[in-house]
């Protein structure tokens, strides 16, 4: 048992779900010092898994509800979410967001998905989960909107997750008003230019997550990953931006806590 207190703000719960290891999982997490963790949603199935589980494990588990660039052109039920999203145990919309890595056919149906999941973001004023993959210019222009029309704190209109950009892209997502992630990328080998980002982040702005099942840090690269690896993700940063694990973990609550309310 750990003494510091982690918060593994990403991991998506469907997989663990349906192997029935979600108690199994979240108790290896809370034995490695990782209390709460955050379910993320994306489909209509995962947002139904997430809020689920925020509410079988209050206080351990949030939720956060939204579509992804994959249910793009799949018609996704909005009146669903826009009840989901008023489950006390949501803390967040997304994760959403631009991928044109994978799916660049599809830009334009992303685009319009995600400005409708910033939308929801807005009315509910919670803060929204993005993912960018080569898309670093549209997501800036669509996110700069939301900030100009913001209405809720400064620092909590959302953040950035699993962040592999370049530094300027980092400080435009922090000139407004974002939050920037690690995930176990941040651990491999050939990631010197996202550790020499996540160097630079200030410490009221940076927040820690697995992205879990993906993603497993090093030394569990390649492995299934889960929340109790996020630890791995918060001694690489302490190694960057020389300082201990704890402090790791003491700001990378706060941030969290703050951000989602938690
Ligand atoms: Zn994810």
């Known amino acids: 048992m750990q003494d510091s207190m982690f918060i593994d703000s990403h991991l998506h719960f469907d997989t663990f779900e349906e192997s029935g290891e979600v108690a199994d999982i979240v108790y290896r997490a809370e034995d490695n010092g990782v209390s709460q963790m955050l379910a993320v949603g994306g489909s209509l199935l995962a947002n139904q898994t997430a809020v689920e589980l925020a509410k079988k494990y209050p206080h351990k588990v949030f939720a956060s509800v939204g579509y992804d660039r994959d249910e793009a052109e799949s018609n996704p039920d909005f009146d669903r979410l826009n009840i989901l999203v008023t489950d006390p145990g949501v ?14 056919d599809t830009a334009q149906v992303q685009l319009n998905l995600f400005q409708a999941m910033l939308d929801i973001a807005y009315a509910h004023r919670l803060p929204v989960i993005v993912h960018s993959r080569e898309a670093d210019q549209d997501t800036l222009n669509l996110l700069n909107n939301q900030t100009a029309r913001w209405n809720g704190k400064e620092d909590e209109i959302g953040v950035l997750h699993c962040f592999t950009g370049s530094l300027d892209f980092a400080n435009a997502l922090l000139g407004m008003g974002f939050m920037i992630s690690f995930s176990g990328l941040l651990t491999f080998k050939n990631a010197d230019s996202i550790r020499a980002v996540a160097q630079t982040i200030p410490d009221d702005r940076i927040l820690i997550e697995t992205d879990a099942p993906y993603l497993a840090p090093v030394p569990y690269r390649g492995t299934r990953n889960e929340p109790a690896h996020v630890v791995e993700v918060a001694k690489v940063l302490a190694f960057i931006r020389n300082c201990s694990s704890e402090r790791i973990a003491a700001i990378t609550t706060d941030n969290a806590r703050r951000l989602f309310h938690l």
Request: net charge negative; proline share 7%.
């Open 91 to 104: 803390v967040a919309i997304g994760e959403t967001g631009l991928d044109y890595h994978y799916t660049p």
